[in-house]
């Protein structure tokens, strides 16, 4: 049942996610076509789910996805390296114009034994590209238009010299970092990364730097509140009002993109490894035709199968399902409700060996594909505990001993019916009451610190007890009691074992009495005296 829930949660997780993000978001299976789109691909292309969803990505928008270069990308440099980051792809699209687009790919392995998915992530870089361009125009840049562009820039702007000294960013720049300009003008740029890395990422903007061919690259920010944000960074030298070379970098946020994309990756992979690891054998099936999807490990050890045996075969023709599946109305029931439960099914192994297992199957959908999920656990041990349990349970009932079980407070959590038949007290009387209810008052209060003490450094105490019954009649009981220690050494109760001596100790008394009189009588026979002739 784990399982079932970590499922959901990811497939839910995993659409809530996708939804969010603000960046265009593809999912394409193997061949390429459209899996699942998210809202802002539909809302920046200015397309439909029903043009988008099951349509080869080159045919989307009239085959305005047809593009030379996003073709190397998925055929050619993907399959090679599973992914790729910031590759930049400019094409004219006739029903948002002219657009510059770096994306982000990657190869996910999905659950259920289905094929790898790419998931590729779109950004629109068209403003940065042409705010870029301004800054690379060394000639023409004065220190008018840099204000200008540092006003009506909507990226974060910082602007740093040849001695990597801050002089000045943007009002963009300052919510990015959450700075203001006078904490760090005149400081080192390193100031801007967090410590273990600012060696490392300086010596990333000089190569940056050297290589005029250089592409943005990824980087981290430490920010004002101690918080990491990742940011492309990109940079070019440009000429101050004195003709001193500075540069100037755009840092565009991106944080919650490679989130996005690596919860995604992460989900899936922690699925994936809940579905190896599980300690209940799990079949994934598809919802429409019966077919097996998956099966995990401890499913084809359980039953002696390969996986390759299971893979492909409708439920009701493996071998040892047949009886569960003498029932396709069961089936057509899980497609109707959604949920079929066995409790107690013997399913025969390769070997021969029968087993119970609690066959669950639960019906869900994953990226709009309705999946059939089969829990399937071995409870041959849980049959055979619950018989030993239910003999127990008799036993306990039915013994001719009171037997009282108590909280580690010594609260009553149950007497069985014995102690009812000696006390006159019925359950509901006693439940969460002391054992002192049962107390006829004559015992000393420094025996019962004793016994406690015994018990609660666990011990057994055996001693007897002078008792009152409800009807305020007197009786005797020897008792054993002990306390009852779990798996990891911890008292968790007390279970007292009684027994009503009244019998035996009247029976004692009587003897002793008996015992003296005729003690006497021979003393008076033989003349001897005696003060006390009548002791009793």
Known sequence: MIIKKSADEVSEFAENIINTVREPLLLLDKKLRVVKASRSFFDFFKVSSDETIGTLIYNLGNNQWDIPKLRELLETILPDKTTFDNYEVEHDFSTIGKRIMPSNARQIERAFGKEKVILLAIEDITGRKREEKLLRDKNRLTGEYLDILFDLARTPIVIWDSSLIINRFNLEFQILSGYESSEVIGKPIKTLFPDDRADSFIDLLKNHLSDKNSEAFEIDILTKDKSIKTVLWNSTGIFDNEGKNIVATMAQDITDRKQT????????????????????????????????????????????????????????????????????????????????????????????????????????????????????????????????????????????????????????????????????????????KKPRIFSSGEKPKSEYKELWATITSGKEWRGEFHNKKKNGELYWESASISPIINEKGIITNYLAVKEDITEQKRAAEELLKAKEKAEESDKLKNGIPCSNVARN
């Open 261 to 432: 994309s690596e919860k995604l990756a992460y989900l899936e992979t922690s699925y994936r490894i809940l579905f190896e690891s599980a300690q209940d054998g799990i079949l994934t099936l598809n919802a429409e035709t019966g077919k097996i999807i998956d099966a995990n490990p401890f499913l084809c050890e359980l039953l002696d199968y390969s996986k390759e045996k299971f893979i492909d075969k409708e439920l009701w023709q493996i071998g040892f399902f047949k009886d569960i599946a003498a029932n396709k109305e069961k089936f057509l029931e899980l497609q109707k409700n959604g949920y079929v439960r066995y409790e107690d099914l013997p399913l025969e192994t390769a070997t021969g060996q029968i087993i119970n297992v609690e066959f669950v199957s639960y019906l869900y959908s994953v990226n709009n594909h309705k999946v059939i999920q089969c829990n399937i656990r071995d409870n041959t041990i849980g049959k055979h505990n619950k018989d030993m349990l239910l003999k127990l349970s008799r036993a306990v009932e039915q013994s001719p001993a009171s037997i009282i079980i108590t909280d580690t407070e010594g609260d009553i959590e149950y007497i069985n019916p014995k102690v009812t038949e000696i006390t006159g007290y019925q359950f509901a009387e006693v439940i969460g």
